[in-house]
DNA sequence: TTATGTCATGAAAGCGCTTTCATGTCAATA
DNA sequence: TATTGACATGAAAGCGCTTTCATGACATAA
């Protein structure tokens, strides 16, 4: 490895000092045209682009931010980083990147070590999304880590408030667009509807199950807890959770899925056994991927704009980093897509 | 926020210079064990975790590792970067990640920027994986960032070998198992096989259509060019690609889609045409995500360990960083997952 | 006892930047 | 002409670490 050029080099190159070359390289300075004229030859001659750990111990500031998620490989979270990546790459700064769930060993501390090490390397903001069974249970060591890390830098959290920590929180189930769903599958006359899906003990489905209940008795329709399968997050779950309702023996003419991968298993579990969708159980998935629309049949869904959340995600980040004035406008409320995945109560019911 | 503390501070608090502080951070040298031990305590009391940045400057060694991808929610590159992302972790270090595809404005030179910028960040390491269509009509400027980016750092490229860079180039394409599909379906009693997806001028593209026609060739079968049809990688381009392979009345009886999702689009697409799989049309995705399992019918397809590569890739890659020695032992083949969407030739056929 | 070597330790010089502070230049003002 | 202020500039002091080098203590060998 060649032994890269620093502003010394630069400096001297141009006849000028150090700190005039910080000056032309950051532009906030006046220089004299000649000097600046030198400068800027001196580092298109040698392709100098300055040292950013050098910059950011200097200068305090990494020009990086953290990001905590379980799971990058879920679409969900995918989704938001993108946005996120793209936000924050727009207004100068890179993205470290964290997965906690995808582990070969178990690692109880995992989560927190991440904490630590962003702390250690400086980012300017960190952002940590879902993790730690959402926070309805955190371990204590994982809170006091969030804690430190809220005490030391600008951070924001994707999910409900925690008390005693004083960040930013963001929250996507603000307006989770449930009741439509609901409503929607009601005005097809279906009174026994379930939810299938979702991690038991974590806070996002926690709040979807609580809306689905809430939506259920402001219609009218009839709570039964016997309706709801929580499993986890993916293909393989929806198809567990289906099975498992069929298990019950509990009589429903309709299903909510919390997410499309997990209405893509359902879909297959009832496919398995016999039953027919829209004719015999109306689905819908709380939440769009972007690969129900090609579903057997199309799946009706939820879309979340998540993409859009991502982006308000880091305006909000760098409006703490930055001192800016807020500028809250970002509309993220979910509307339903109806597709070919619902239809009337079958008869026989 | 408050200013964090430093090892001056610790090397104070336990009346040792700051030499001795550093070392017993780092272990390497011996310190006696009173020192030692009031360093530690010095340290446990003021919570104290060195700031990565100064580290980094001063032995010249970030314990960071750039990924430079397309598309982090396509599922061929989550899986991989799961993977990579762990086993960096695993050995201490930690992931920048950028994302070339998902951009609002067009930037002719973002990945060239992105580049820039991890070598300004002094990354130890950088993975470049797709992007610039795969590297087969590489812009001249990205070509040059590459080189440069191959002269300064250890550069790990997931693709073929491009010529005048010397950097280590990993071919996740060496074995695609393309010919094991072919000779499936041509055992089926297949003859005329479409191959449907993927983009063209892109290399991984072309290396699995020449798959595809070596297999074909080498089994007596014929290649018709009538019979591939490239759009894209997702759910809607399979779609187009069905659509588009449809409306040119070429007869056909297989096709072999390049991925999970373009298996899911085509699916739709014949699906909605009135066709069967696998009744009139057998189908086998090249690349298994984690989906299509469930996908109705579940879809024959190729597993090609892509998680697995992602260790590789960071071995690799810390062999080349730390100088150690070789141990490429990693089986990578990729297996063959028969499932439903295949059947014999349809009689009218 | 003296000479030699081993070893823990601290001082200090960087790593490549930013930023403060002092300085010298020059034009505008009195 | 003398004075003031504005302004471009460079020297130098950090930022928080690592690492070299010199030193002094101590044990060992002669």
Redesign the interface.
């Known amino acids: 490895?060649?032994k890269?050029i620093t502003i010394t080099e630069i400096a001297r190159e141009s006849g000028v000092s150090i700190s005039t070359v910080s000056r032309v390289l950051n532009g906030n300075v006046p220089v004299s045209p000649d000097k600046k004229e030198r400068v800027e030859a001196a580092i298109r001659k040698y392709?100098y682009?300055?040292?950013?750990?050098?910059k950011?111990?200097a200068s305090r500031q990494?020009m990086?931010i953290g990001v905590i998620l379980p799971?990058?490989?879920n679409?969900y979270f995918?989704?938001l980083?993108?946005?996120i990546?793209?936000a924050a790459?727009?207004a100068g700064y890179?993205?470290?990147?964290?997965?906690t769930l995808?582990?070969?060993g178990s690692d109880a501390h995992l989560e927190e070590d991440y904490i630590?090490?962003m702390?250690?390397?400086?980012v300017d903001g960190l952002i940590i999304a879902g993790g730690q069974q959402d926070l309805i249970h955190p371990a204590k060591t994982y809170l006091a880590a969030i804690k430190?890390a809220a005490?030391?830098?600008p951070l924001v959290m994707i999910g409900e408030n925690i008390d005693g920590i004083s960040c930013l929180f963001l929250d996507r189930e603000r307006a989770d667009g449930i009741y439509d769903a609901v409503k929607y599958l009601s005005s097809l006359g279906h009174k026994r509807i379930a939810f299938l899906g979702g991690e038991d003990g974590v806070k996002i489905t926690a709040s979807r199950v609580a809306s689905y209940k809430k939506a259920l008795s402001s219609l009218g329709l009839p709570v039964d807890e016997n309706l709801i399968v929580l499993t986890n997050y993916?293909?393989?779950d929806?198809?567990r959770a289906a099975g498992l309702l069929l298990e019950r023996g509990v009589s429903f003419t309709a299903a909510l899925c919390i997410n499309d991968?997990v209405a893509?298993?359902s879909?297959?579990a009832f496919?398995d056994k016999g039953l027919h969708i829209p004719e015999d159980i109306s689905l819908i998935s709380c939440e769009l991927f972007?690969?129900s629309?090609?579903?057997?049949p199309?799946i009706t869904a939820l879309d979340r704009c998540s993409s859009r959340f991502g982006r308000l995600v880091i305006q909000k980040l760098l409006n703490v980093i930055q001192n800016q004035e807020e500028n809250d406008s970002l509309d993220i409320s979910p509307k339903l897509i109806v597709r070919a995945s619902c239809g009337p109560v079958p008869e026989n019911n």
């Open positions: 490895m060649p890269s392709n682009s300055p040292n950013a750990l050098a950011g111990l990494s990086t799971d990058i490989s679409p995918s989704s980083f993108c946005e990546e793209s790459h727009d890179s993205i470290l990147l964290c997965n995808y582990r070969s630590q090490m702390i250690d390397k400086h430190r005490s030391t830098l993916y293909a393989q929806g198809y991968s893509l298993g879909l297959r496919h972007h690969s629309e090609f579903f057997t199309r």
